[in-house]
Structure formats: structure tokens, C-alpha cells
């Protein structure tokens, strides 16, 4: 178990009191640390019996320090420092206390804006151990009613609230679950079951995961493993902590999810799990073992990385240990056979074509379907000013596979038995270093901290069903930060005005996800975090509004858009501005009248605006 961050005594034994429910069983949908798409969870998600207004209290004596009102992300969240030097956070809720509520709303009003990023003055709002700070929602991004809980130290960084201190309110006596085992070669001469692949094994937990046989493996390897945790009385999916990899008996891997930072959280999550997989199947799976590019904290010792190397055709024996925040632990094992690489094997590859390439890190991985059984043929890589003949590395049941190390140059394209097909490639981007392209199509400005490894740059554009289409990089390599791209359209594709144009991702199947973008100098410039296709397309139809409720005691509308989104709206009610909320995931805004004296009377005009300022307008009359 990680030591406790340096804080005092009363802190580690029972210094936060459990924020829903207190002295009372409780349930988490979620815990620190797991894996999400774009970052680690930050907190504990606390379940509300799938309801909202639950009481909301306060873990430990305080004051409020902030208030944060988003459509988006947390929504409605409440921030106390405490005097041992923490923050606690409360995210997601559906309303304060009545003398926060009066605060916020003070504050809003003043800056006529239904979204609030406020610091409290430390005197203003204090707030004692235990007392009701607020009601549980399900405001911002949550998918459904719970409180997110958070610790935090001093600098921000986010702490494992079950490490710091375990709350009588959760019981935990279910070890961690492997549901698979994954191995992804390491290098070009690295081979899985004979060839150059990334295989998953299924794993039977009741019976510490053994496999039918040894797994062959050469070369350099690392494993990965697909693995949650739960708690007592619930079915939830949480995250794995602590994990330790033991090969032969020596430990080469040991990651503990102890603390983190925000910025970490979002700029390394890429490199914790298997990016590619994530991308295509919405699988997640740890890696452990640490890449070149990996920055996270949560390895006490960075030295052993948790690459595997075997050269031998000796049987080794590997151990993976599992523990949650409640000391339960599961062990995995393992079989290596160390298998040097042949060249013909029989059994059948994961192509689903005929010939074609895959981009692994440094490696190109070629393939083409047998002309004759038995037979092999040679591929040419053609590259500026040479070709060159490549036989096969190995041969499969049904194919013939070519490996080239891309660090020794970048193919133009690759002349296959049944014709040639072009890569694309135009130079390698090393990482830590700025790099800016100008090409017809559109100009990239990658700055000196966008990228994790050697990024081998591939870029083109056609027309697709009357739409132009740009592919920038491979969609399964990941970016640390934002890129810039300046698409640089036909001016015979579009109709309308140039600002009316948004770039539009389109997802590895192929799903559109609005990304926006600024019309300057002719082009339109997007900043991005996801390498692979783009479209344009032209938003210009207003949002819709659609009346729910026009009372003297308060109005409800409806509101939505079809492209870029909502940008914002203004309610006034007899010519005054009045402040409204704002759920995203339903499109609902509403207000209510807080002084039933003076009720809502006179014209009702209501205006919506999306992201490229189309607007709409709904304008009626609440009679005296």
C-alpha cells in the first residue's frame, strides 16, 4: 500500500466524514484512477439509488473556495478547502443550499452568464464537518444520478481518496478480474505465436488464468491485460490500482494509481493503454510495460519497464499480481516459450484483404495473398530515388508477409503482384521538436510537445461522393496535444459563406463528430488531438426552439442544433435579462421565479445562437 502523501495523522484515520449517506452502506459506479477515453477517472463515483436530491456533506470542516456551473464536464460542482491543506470536490449536483444558491446566483447575474468559474473569499461561505453543502444530480457529462468525489492536495493533484483513508461506507472483499491477456511485439525482429502480431488470449478467473499451453514468443514483448475491480454489492467496472509483473521471479513492472495531476491525466492516458485497440473496439487495455513518450507518475521505479526480452528457446515463467485500495489481491500466470522466428508457418494470418499494409510504431507491416501455395513472391518498396525487392520475413497458410523498419526510409509506395498503391509518406516528425508543412491541400503546425514518438507523416485528399475528404496520419497513432490544420478547400465545393464551414472527425467506422474550426486567409483552421480523416461541411440552418412552458411562475424551452452545436442564448422577460440553466444532454433550459410577488409577466423573447452564430428567435407575451 503507497504511503500517504505526507499528511498528518487525522488525516489518514478518519478525518472525512463519507459525503452521501454517511455511517450508512454505500455503493461506487466508479473509482480513481480507471480508464477513460481522454483521461483517469479523478474521484470516486458515488451511487445515488438512481435518483437525484440525495443530501450532499461536507467530508470535512472548510469553506467554499469555488463554484464551477458548466453545461458540460462537471456540471454543477462545489469546491471546500480544508485545513489540513486539502480540497474536496463535489461534481455533478443538482442544487446548493439555499445560502450557496443565493451566492451563485448573485454572481451570475452580475456577469449575465448562466456559466460560472468563480474563487470564494475564504471568510464568505464556511462550512462545518458533516453539514449539508448540497443535493445530489446528475448535472454536466454524467450518464445518469451520482456524486463525483474528489481529494486534492495543495498543487491540484488529484489523491486516492480510498488510499487516504477506508470509508466503513464501502465494503470491498472481491479481488481484481483479468478478463484478457494481450502481447504486442516490441520491435521488428519480435514475433507472438510465429509472427509479427498483437494476439489476445480469453481468461478464466476461477482458475488463476492459466492457459492450455506456453505462449511462443522471441524478442521483445509486452503484455497487457484487460482488468477491473469491484466492490461488495455492486456489478460496476472499476479500475485495477497496483499492478506488479514478475518474470522468472524478478519483479519488471510495478505501477501504483496513487495521485496524479490533471495535465498528466490528459496528456499521457494515450500511453497507458493500447491505443489502437481503443480506438476500434472501445477496449482498454493496461499496458504494462512503459513506452518511450510515457511521462506518468505511477511508477515507483521507471527503470524496469516491463519489456520482456527472450532470445532463448528456454520456458519462462511470468507472474502478474492485481491488488485494489482494499488489499485484495489476484495473481495471474504465465508460460513463455522462448521460440526463435521460421519462416513458414501454417496457420492462418488476420487479414481480411488481399494485400495491403498496417503501420506498427517503426515497422510497415506488408502482406499479399499466395499466387502459387508453396511459392513466395517479392514485394518493391519504392522510395524517391530507389526501389527495393523485399522477400518475404515469414509465410502464412494464405499469405505472404513483408516487414521494413521505417527508419530506414519512408516508401512512396508499395508495388504489390496485383499493382502498385501509394503511402502517402512525407518525412518523419520526431517528437520534442516544432515542425510546420504547407501543402496544396493544407498547411500542419505540430508543436514541440504534440507527440509521443517518431510520428511517419502520411497526408492526402480526395473527393468522396461529391465531398472532400482529408486524411492526415494514421487514426490509431495518438497525439499529446492539440495539432494545428489549416484545410484549404475548393472554392467549387461550397454554396454559402466560408464562416458557415466546420471540419467534421470521421471516426476509425467511420461515425461524423463535430470539431469546428476558424475561417482565416481561406482556410479553415482546426486545432485537433486525433490524426485520421476530415470532412467539411456547411452549417447553415439556426437552432430550434420549441416552447415547453410560458408561466407567470417561470418558462421551460427545448433547444437544439444540427451541426455545430449550441454557442449560447439570452432570455429577457419585459426587456430584462434573466438568468436561465442549462441541462446539455437534453436540450433543456429553464428558469424559475423566485419571488412568487412579482411573477413573470409581459413579452417573453428567447434567443438561441449555435457555433457559427446562426440564430433563432422565439418571442411571446405572459399576460399580468
Not at 190 to 217: C, G, H, M
Amino acid at each position: 500500500m503507497p504511503i500517504l502523501f505526507g499528511f498528518s495523522d487525522q488525516t489518514k484515520v478518519n478525518y472525512y466524514v463519507f459525503p452521501i449517506q454517511p455511517g450508512q452502506a454505500n455503493y461506487l459506479a466508479g473509482t480513481m484512477g480507471e480508464l477513460r477515453s481522454t483521461h483517469f477517472h479523478g474521484g470516486l463515483d458515488i451511487k445515488t439509488n438512481q435518483r437525484e436530491g440525495l443530501p450532499v456533506y461536507a467530508a470535512a470542516e472548510g469553506y467554499v473556495s469555488r463554484i464551477r456551473i458548466h453545461p458540460r464536464g462537471y456540471g454543477n460542482t462545489l469546491y471546500l478547502t480544508h485545513p489540513n491543506g486539502t480540497v474536496t470536490v463535489y461534481a455533478h449536483l443538482q442544487k446548493f443550499t439555499k445560502e450557496i444558491q443565493q451566492y451563485i446566483h448573485k454572481e451570475m447575474t452580475i456577469e449575465k452568464c448562466y456559466e460560472i468559474d468563480h474563487y470564494v473569499e475564504k471568510q464568505l461561505l464556511p462550512i462545518k464537518r458533516g453539514a449539508i453543502i448540497a443535493y445530489s444530480g446528475n448535472s454536466g457529462s454524467s450518464t445518469g444520478p451520482h456524486l463525483h468525489f474528489e481529494v486534492r492536495d495543495a498543487d491540484e493533484n488529484v489523491l486516492n481518496p480510498l488510499f487516504l483513508q477506508q470509508f466503513n461506507e464501502i465494503k470491498d472483499h472481491i479481488a481484481p478480474v483479468v478478463t484478457k491477456l494481450a502481447i504486442t511485439p516490441q520491435s521488428i525482429w519480435s514475433r507472438v505465436d510465429d509472427q509479427f502480431q498483437r494476439k489476445e488470449w480469453t481468461l478464466n478467473s476461477a482458475s488463476s488464468y492459466p492457459l492450455a499451453r506456453p505462449i511462443e514468443v522471441y524478442g521483445d514483448i509486452g503484455l497487457e491485460l484487460l482488468t477491473f475491480d469491484r466492490q461488495d454489492g455492486t456489478r460496476n467496472r472499476n479500475g485495477t490500482p497496483i499492478i506488479k509483473v514478475f518474470v522468472d521471479g524478478n519483479l519488471e513492472f510495478h505501477q501504483e494509481i496513487d495521485r496524479f495531476s490533471f495535465a498528466e491525466s490528459k496528456e499521457n492516458i494515450r500511453m497507458f493503454y493500447h491505443y489502437p485497440t481503443q480506438k476500434k473496439y472501445a477496449k482498454r487495455f493496461n499496458k504494462l510495460y512503459i513506452e518511450d513518450g510515457n511521462e506518468l507518475s505511477f511508477y515507483p521505479d521507471k527503470s524496469k519497464k516491463g519489456i520482456i526480452k527472450i532470445e532463448d528457446d528456454k520456458l519462462h515463467n511470468i507472474k502478474i499480481e492485481l491488488t485494489d485500495a482494499y488489499k485484495n489481491t489476484r495473481n495471474v500466470y504465465l508460460k513463455l516459450q522462448g521460440k526463435p522466428p521460421i519462416k513458414k508457418i501454417y496457420q492462418k494470418p488476420s487479414f481480411t484483404k488481399s494485400q495491403g499494409y498496417e503501420l506498427h510504431q517503426n515497422v510497415l507491416l506488408m502482406y499479399q495473398k499466395k499466387s502459387v501455395v508453396g511459392q513466395s513472391d517479392t514485394v518493391w518498396i519504392k522510395e524517391k530515388y530507389r526501389r527495393l525487392g523485399l522477400l518475404p520475413e515469414y509465410q502464412t497458410a494464405t499469405h505472404d508477409v513483408y516487414l521494413w523498419d521505417l527508419r530506414t526510409g519512408l516508401p512512396d509506395s508499395i508495388l504489390f503482384r496485383q499493382g502498385a498503391v501509394p503511402t502517402h509518406f512525407q518525412f518523419p516528425v520526431k517528437p520534442n521538436y516544432p515542425y510546420s508543412l504547407y501543402h496544396q491541400v493544407m498547411d500542419l503546425a505540430i508543436p514541440k510537445d504534440a507527440l509521443y514518438d517518431t510520428l511517419y507523416l502520411q497526408l492526402y485528399a480526395n473527393t468522396e461522393n461529391g465531398q472532400e475528404v482529408f486524411s492526415i496520419g494514421d487514426p490509431l497513432i495518438p497525439l499529446r496535444k492539440p495539432i494545428t490544420i489549416s484545410f484549404k478547400p475548393k472554392a467549387n465545393m461550397y454554396l454559402v459563406d466560408p464562416n458557415k464551414l466546420v471540419a467534421m472527425y470521421v471516426s476509425y467506422w467511420g461515425k461524423k463528430k463535430y470539431v469546428g474550426g476558424t475561417w482565416h486567409n481561406n482556410r479553415l483552421v482546426v486545432e485537433t488531438r486525433e490524426l485520421g480523416q476530415y470532412t467539411l461541411e456547411e452549417d447553415i440552418l439556426p437552432p430550434t426552439i420549441q416552447a415547453i412552458r410560458i408561466l407567470k411562475s417561470g418558462v421551460k424551452f427545448k433547444i437544439r442544433d444540427n451541426l455545430s452545436g449550441i454557442g449560447g442564448f439570452n432570455l429577457y422577460i419585459n426587456g430584462k435579462w434573466t438568468l436561465l440553466q442549462y441541462d446539455k444532454k437534453s436540450g433543456i433550459i429553464w428558469t424559475n421565479n423566485d419571488d412568487a410577488n412579482i411573477p413573470f409577466a409581459g413579452t417573453v423573447e428567447l434567443v438561441v445562437y449555435d457555433n457559427v452564430n446562426n440564430f433563432n428567435r422565439y418571442i411571446n407575451t405572459i399576460q399580468k
